[in-house]
């Protein structure tokens, strides 16, 4: 008891993680530009601890709809491979982020809803 009454006020006390984002984005509708700030190991070493994704890298574009109903974007269907791409690319930025240890932020304010 004496040692959790220890931990917990040591931890009161501990002072929080600061949250340092990086949310450099894409403009859309403009050429791509490169910039150092999409590199993790970049915002690590500068001591960022976390990165906002935009909207064109939401996790909510990356559904397949599979579960609910496998026709809705038919495996071997364009829009399914483009669905596809965009689910690998959103994986390989965030796996990217947590290899650095930085925290991933989607911005998720639109919902999508697929017709064929």
């Known amino acids: 008891?004496?040692?959790?009454?220890?931990?917990?006020?040591?931890?009161?006390t501990a002072?929080?993680?600061p949250?340092?984002?990086d949310m450099v984005h894409q403009i859309p509708g403009d050429k791509p530009y490169?910039?150092?700030?999409?590199?993790?190991?970049?915002?690590?070493?500068?001591?960022?601890t976390g990165k906002v994704y935009f909207l064109f890298e939401s996790p909510t574009?990356?559904?397949n709809w599979e579960s609910i109903d496998p026709e809705i974007l038919p495996k071997?269907?364009?829009?399914?491979?483009?669905?596809?791409?965009k689910a690998a690319e959103i994986q390989a930025l965030q796996k990217s982020c947590k290899e650095q240890n930085i925290t991933v932020f989607a911005q998720a304010d639109l919902v999508l809803f697929p017709s064929a």
Request: proline share 4%; charged share 20%.
């Open 1 to 12: 008891m004496l040692a959790a009454l220890a931990l917990a006020a040591s931890t009161a």
């Open 15 to 17: 002072a929080p993680t």
């Open 19 to 21: 949250l340092i984002l």
């Open 34 to 48: 490169v910039s150092a700030y999409d590199d993790p190991a970049v915002l690590k070493k500068i001591g960022y």
């Open 61 to 63: 574009l990356a559904i």
């Open 76 to 85: 071997g269907s364009e829009e399914r491979k483009w669905v596809d791409r």
